[in-house]
């Protein structure tokens, strides 16, 4: 059986390369179709790319043929579970499994609207069963400290760099973004303190979405735009790296690492936890889950749902502690 997942670039271009000429031109197809008609993001596409390239050749070398799409259209579902025990064998959990999967089928549907066979192999193996896990908020005082510019005081950075920190964190927690979605932010797209209480965010399948911005954010974000040493063009990204390029999220990511371990917090402490940390609070103040939604981009409200969930655990925790008969 051919291993697939001994390594992580698997398979490279030379995959690409080896396919026969028909199903190249239908995944170069498929790729403009979900990134003009569905409008996926570029991390997506790669990641779809990846996954249809994966299964085209673990069955190239698993059948020894060249998979042409009629020789795609004629596989058995035994050979969709040979690549699922042969991914299962490297290491990947259900969920990369799952997501392997997927990336797959939307190759094949697009096949079969273009006219060009169904793979019903695919549809007739369950994808695995996924363990269903909750997000993990921080409690308010604890979400509170770590958006808290306050709390980086003493360490040994420039002045500016934690002013950029300090404003990125409150903005994630505050505007419950995602760490990409803050750092995608223009200059212009910013406004000044007293001159707007809402921003347009770029979010997933390039949908933009308007967030409120607390004015305690705008005036930290005010503070790091005076310190910062470089010229923040308009059109140019809002926050920036040491040498004045786009800000990596690795580097808020170890920032709350540093922060975390100096105010005893979790490992699950972490940028996007700060991001379900504004759902929770939001739902338990009463927040309207409808407008949660928006808030948070959700294209369907059942990935809003979620949260409800985790505020009745928060509320039955309560009362198994506090009830005198619990």
């Not at 998979?67 to 299962?88: E, N, W, Y």
């Not at 799952?98 to 994808?127: I, Q």
Request: charged share 25%; glycine share 8%; with cysteine.
């Amino acid at each position: 059986m051919p291993d697939v997942s001994s390594n992580p670039t698997y398979p490279a271009e030379s995959a690409l390369t080896a396919l026969p000429a028909d199903t190249v031109a239908a995944l170069a197809r498929w790729q403009t179709h979900l990134g003009a008609e569905r409008r996926l993001s570029p991390k997506t596409l790669e990641a779809y790319q990846r996954d249809a390239l994966q299964f085209l050749a673990f069955l190239g070398e698993h059948l020894d043929r060249k998979m042409t799409l009629a020789a795609l259209a004629k596989i058995a579902p035994q050979d969709v579970r040979a690549f699922m025990a042969s991914r299962r064998m490297g290491g990947i959990g259900s969920r990369s499994l799952v997501r392997a999967l997927a990336g797959t089928r939307s190759f094949t549907r697009f096949l079969e609207r273009e006219g060009k066979g169904t793979v019903a192999a695919l549809t007739a193996v369950r994808a695995p069963k996924l363990a269903k896990t909750l997000p993990k908020p921080l409690p308010a005082p604890s979400a509170r400290a770590l958006a808290d510019a306050d709390t980086r005081a003493g360490e040994p950075r420039e002045p500016w760099v934690l002013a950029r920190d300090a404003a990125v964190i409150a903005l994630l927690y505050g505007s419950g973004l995602r760490i990409s979605e803050a750092l995608g932010l223009k200059r212009k797209d910013f406004p000044e303190p007293g001159r707007g209480d809402a921003i347009t965010v770029l979010g997933k399948g390039n949908k933009t979405r308007m967030v409120p911005v607390l004015h305690r954010v705008t005036e930290l974000v005010a503070d790091y735009v005076r310190l910062c040493p470089y010229d923040l063009p308009p059109d140019g990204p809002l926050f920036v790296g040491t040498k004045g390029g786009p800000l990596s999220p690795r580097i808020i990511q170890l920032a709350i690492e540093r922060m975390r371990g100096a105010l005893g917090l979790p490992d699950s402490a972490t940028p996007h936890a700060l991001r379900h940390s504004f759902a929770t609070h939001l739902l338990a103040r009463g927040g309207d889950l409808r407008a949660i939604q928006e808030l948070l981009g959700h294209a369907s409200l059942s990935t809003t749902q979620v949260y409800t969930e985790v505020d009745t655990e928060r509320l039955l925790a309560v009362y198994v502690s506090a009830h005198p008969r619990a």
